[in-house]
T-cell receptor, first 108, second 111 residues
Framework: GIQVEQSPPDLILQEGANSTLRCNFS?????LQWFHQNPWGQLINLFY???GTKQNGRLSATTVATERYSLLYISSSQTTDSGVYFC??????????FGAGTTVTVRA | KAGVTQTPRYLIKTRGQQVTLSCSPI?????VSWYQQTPGQGLQFLFE???????NKGNFPGRFSGRQFSNSRSEMNVSTLELGDSALYLC??????????FGPGTRLTVL
């Protein structure tokens, strides 16, 4: 099956800092999504981004499908940004294949 | 519009028992997927249903089963529970290619 790799596995930031999370995938995909998992376990849908660039407040994402990677940018980080960020891809089989996640800790 | 709901939110069972989890999708969504999350294996796909038909199934033993009803609500069942089945079970619904509408999850503990 498709391989989804996220880097870095852990990230510690000072409040106000910017950061970039990366997601590499091993095959062509129909869809790529970014999620933030809150402390209670719920997956919050950040972006549906099979290609191109999208922005939502302090977060933005870029997917370069031809080169099989996606980037999630967090600007002016806040403590509420802490948590685990997952990217997930969909091929032709209706399922999301998740990466292992990046654990982000933002310190005040 | 109400989000995806899952019941129960927490469940404690003992080995050998069976359990049924329920998922109600967003109104109008006809696809429902289930995922298992554990610290060791991460997020893994269980199965996906569309209009009461299972379209895809992940690599889980036959003890894991599911179904979808005509109103798109879905249930998953785990029989003969094992300690390793302790996990967060997440349900997602979708209408189109955006598959990011997840419920709050059911946290299952097997003792």
């Amino acid at each position: 099956g498709i391989q989804v790799e996220q880097s870095p596995p852990d990230l510690i930031l000072q409040e106000g800092a910017n950061s970039t999370l990366r997601c590499n995938f091993s095959d062509s995909v129909n869809n790529l999504q970014w999620f933030h998992q809150n402390p209670w376990g719920q997956l919050i849908n950040l972006f549906y981004i099979p290609s191109g660039t999208k922005q939502n407040g302090r977060l933005s994402a870029t997917t370069v499908a031809t080169e099989r990677y996606s980037l999630l940018y967090i600007s002016s980080s806040q403590t509420t940004d802490s948590g685990v960020y997952f990217c997930a891809v969909v091929t032709n089989d209706y399922k999301l294949s998740f990466g292992a996640g990046t654990t982000v800790t933002v310190r005040a | 519009k109400a989000g995806v709901t899952q019941t129960p939110r927490y469940l404690i069972k003992t080995r050998g028992q069976q359990v049924t989890l329920s998922c109600s999708p967003i109104s109008g969504h006809r696809s429902v997927s289930w995922y298992q999350q554990t610290p060791g294996q991460g997020l893994q796909f269980l199965f996906e249903y569309f209009s009461e038909t299972q379209r895809n199934k992940g690599n889980f033993p036959g003890r894991f089963s599911g179904r979808q009803f005509s109103n798109s609500r879905s249930e998953m069942n785990v029989s003969t529970l094992e300690l390793g089945d302790s996990a967060l079970y997440l349900c997602a619904s979708s209408l189109g290619p955006d598959r990011g509408y997840f419920g709050p999850g059911t946290r299952l503990t097997v003792l």
